[in-house]
């Protein structure tokens, strides 16, 4: 029994099926199925070849409190699709001779710092190559967003890598092109999308914003606790400005709107080929592109993915334009039980129904659920005997953590879940705190880092003078990870330092994965505590398939006491006090 099916949020498993081909895969139908039924999928999904309809399919609730099923004809939002809109509006436009890529986004919106931003075009933007910020929102503290507010955002806080040096996700740079749409055409961002693509490729379940018809809406829920089904504010998308986010959509209308895209019916070939080609610049490995990534599927043989999530929501699109052109999307309303669902789905489109390998598809564990069922259904005993035959060994226990800072460096070079983070990418100061055993003499402090070593600005010691990052030396682990050494003044070694970031002008997320002290001999010493001001682990709940380690169930039992779930919460601690883990990686 799942914890879904026990606690009531894997309702998935009733089903709406409509119109189904005779020819649907018996394999991929029941994966999807098999996926519905452990509680991580809750949506539509829709898939079309040339050779007819592949599955179009419905589970779960799209409104829990008015028992409304989700259908073919529910509408979600795409969250991160959006880009793909907004780039096929861009590239429309310059074929119209309404703008030109090479154009500096300075020449349509002058209100830009052009000090900072005058060399920036309309292909960094699209590129994500414009050094901009990943969100702007995020430096408007919760302030009501506008375009002047956007605007002023990144004059105030410049931008974080040099023009067309590296691939840096933002948000900002396409809520800068929605900008750019309106003011070099005359209309607004809604208008154009309907004018331009939803009326010509047909899509009429699709809109930047609500659904007039609420009805057709599809509530977006979390579930921090695994039991609680939280409605979120299908008003919040990110930001609030179009361009990066805000379209609401079908699985039908976004596979029609990829046909209309490979079809040529909103852009010629050349512009196609142009939005899909690959990105080569740094921090992307060429698979990424304008609104899209590719994903191979042999030698020389790709298929275009657009993914999108949000508050509540998760949406996929897929192209495979070889023979006999597969179109694939699947939309989802609950974020927390659907994310690793969502990989998985991905996986299965892609094994099943385009590469003949079954066998490689999976529905993915949901080892953190799991325990939680057995726990209330057969108590603490059988919950520890799981938990115990769990190989833990080669997965995160938490993601981000403070913790994780703790020890040798485990995290390897780039994103990790074994190595902190702050909560956000670019929020502006961030501290960790570490502390080390005794140590009577400590030449150096080594800071490991997986990615973005540049935000560390200083090092606060127990006693003593703050230490400048610039003043110190830069160094790569034997994996390859940036280290900065730092040369510590005479005496005994500190027993705790801060060191103290600035994330606001530098890309993605720094992340820590150790810290020492090195003694005269050269050995390492190695951090024993931690404390954060943020945590990308704590900013959020925990999901199905996280592992039940002493953290995650500690955070689990929290999650549980804010929603108003106190008995399951003492479960939870009792258990926690009774069988405290001493597995490998499991503080």
Known sequence: MMIGTMFGWALAVQAVAVDEAPGVPSQFESFVEELAESGQFEGAIHIVSADGPVIDRAFGHADVAQARMNTPETRFHIASITKAFTATLVLGAMERGELSLADPVTRWVPELDADQYGDVTLRHLLEHTSGLMRDHTEALGGADNSPEAMIEALNAVGPQSAVGERYNYSNSGYALLALVLERSTGETYADLLQDRILAPAGLSATSYGLPENSDLLAVGLDMPDLVSRLPVDPTSFRGGL?????????????????????????LSADSLALMLAGIEEPGSDGDDAMGWMRVGLGEEEYAWVATGASDGYLSMLMIDNREPDVFAAAVQN??????????????????????GRPESAAIPATPLADFLTVLHTQGPEAARAFRDTLDMSEAPVASAADFQALGAPDGGVGETAFAWAPATADAGEEWLELGFPALADARFLDVHFTQIPDALQSVQLSSGPALDAVEAERLSSEAGAPVIRFTLPGGSGPEQIRLELETAHTPGWPQIDAAALIDAAGEAHWAISANASTSAFLSGGVAPHDLPSDAILGKLAGQLDEQGQGDMAERVRAFLAAYPSDAAGMP
């Open 242 to 266: 179009p361009g990066a986010s805000g379209i609401f959509s079908t699985a039908r209308d976004l596979v029609r709107f990829g046909q209309a895209l490979e079809h040529a019916e909103l």
């Open 334 to 355: 609950n974020t927390r039980a659907g994310r690793s669902g969502s990989l998985g789905l991905l996986r299965g489109v892609l094994y099943i129904t385009e590469l």
